[in-house]
């Protein structure tokens, strides 16, 4: 099993720009999280998603749009892109139930919004 | 709002020292305690804590928490270089969409 893929790995933007990030995962779960994380801060929770077709906003979702047509797939797309958005973006995944907890995390994507 | 603490923020350590990380929590509704070892890649996942004064062990590190006192630490004995590393951890306070509250992680570097 591949887990959780990202990419891109890097990109640069400029100011304005738009860009999609991909993160798919192959494990067939349901819950999947779209976190930012800034240099010397933890996880920042952007969007959520508890299975296709829903999705929910996090703790900063401004400036940032996910959708989940199928349960593999959880894009995350930059309308407007801005210097403030530049971070390193992590995909993660959990299972549903039993008591589960774990996330597990994509390698992430760096950006810098220029 | 769920909030979680760690402490201290960094620390420098010699090889073979013991170490050990603080995370104090404030959630509504808790559920457990997680930690994670982030090198300069993705987190890595440690423990997962439900019941207190149960403690977790893998190999040097272990972990434990106090469900009274709101916290938990993370021991890390005889250090090697090659636990230098950021450690996270994070709270699960119930709900169906299984969110993680993270804090703001220590970064532990070991130096030989």
């Not at chain 1, 860009?19 to 969007?47: E, F, V």
């Not at chain 2, 987190?43 to 190999?59: A, C, D």
Request: charged letters at 20%; proline letters at 4%.
């Amino acid at each position: 099993n591949a887990g959780v893929t990202q990419t891109p790995k890097f990109r640069i933007l400029k100011i304005g720009q738009s860009m999609t990030l991909q993160c798919t995962q192959d494990m067939n779960h349901n819950y999947m999280y779209w976190y930012r994380q800034d240099p010397g801060m933890g996880l920042k929770l952007i969007y959520y998603s508890v299975g296709a077709g829903i999705t929910d906003k996090g703790e900063v979702p401004n400036g940032y749009n996910v959708s989940r047509s199928t349960t593999e797939d959880f894009p995350l797309r930059l309308e407007l892109a801005a210097p403030s958005q530049t971070s390193v973006y992590f995909c993660a995944s959990t299972p549903d139930g039993g008591g589960v907890y774990e996330q597990y995390f994509g390698p992430g994507t760096r950006l810098t919004v220029t | 709002e769920d909030k979680v603490v760690q402490s201290p923020l960094s620390l420098v350590v010699h090889e073979g020292d013991t170490v050990t990380l603080n995370c104090s929590y404030e959630v509504t509704n808790f559920r457990s305690l997680l930690w994670y070892k982030q090198e300069k890649k993705a987190p890595t996942f440690l423990f997962m804590l439900t019941s207190s004064g149960i403690e977790k062990k893998s190999g040097r590190l272990s972990s434990i928490l106090d469900k009274k006192e709101l916290f938990s630490i993370l021991n890390i004995t005889a250090t090697q270089t090659g636990d230098s590393a950021v450690y996270l951890c994070a709270d699960h306070s119930g709900g169906s969409n299984y969110k993680l509250t993270f804090g703001k992680g220590t970064l532990l570097t070991v130096n030989p």
